[in-house]
């Protein structure tokens, strides 16, 4: 595909533009934008929903938008707004976030729960998943080094200069309710 010139985009930034255009074909009755969504789109355009989460009719849905609505986008349009990115770029971030899912699941029901009553948020075990820190990682890290060594790696600066933010967070209060997790994990192991 990369011999072909093929590159791929991402129909969000197209949406964002659309709707804070105020593109009159995504202004709702009560003259608001459209939430910017494939799903909020697609039925204020439409009139009607398609079958989320399946990607055949995710796509079928995204082409509908694209060519076959009364939004009329031009091909120049959607190239322009939709941050082309390269086939080689595309797996990167792919792979990333494969790994960044595996490393998720490593903290699903310990520091966070799919139901919404963790330790910490899904959005901040997705943040530290993506630093490539594990579950054990933490937990080991706990072990050997207490709060000190957990409070730095959680908010040590980026590894290279071209990375602007922390590893995971400077918020006090998430890296405490962190540590309270593992002092109580460490308690309960010790326990008679």
Known sequence: ????????????SIFEQLVHSKHP??????NQSCPINQTALYQCLFQETFETH?????????RNILFHSNLQLSEEFIV????????????????YLDKRHEILKSMEYKLY??????????SMAEK??????TY?????????????GLISILSAKPPTKNERRL??????????????HFEAKLQAHFKP
């Open 1 to 12: 595909m990369q011999s072909l010139g093929v590159l791929f985009g991402k129909s969000l």
């Open 25 to 30: 074909a995504l202004q709702q009755a009560d």
């Open 54 to 62: 399946n990607a055949f009719e995710d796509v079928k849905a995204l």
């Open 80 to 95: 322009n707004h939709c941050k082309p990115i390269s086939c080689d770029y595309a797996l990167e971030d792919l792979q």
């Open 113 to 122: 729960n799919p139901t919404g009553d963790g330790v910490i948020t899904k």
């Open 128 to 133: 530290i998943a993506g630093s490539g820190l």
């Open 136 to 148: 054990n990682d933490l937990s080991k890290l706990f072990k050997d080094f207490g709060k000190p």
């Open 167 to 180: 590893r995971v967070t400077k918020t006090a209060r998430i890296r405490a309710a962190i540590q309270r």
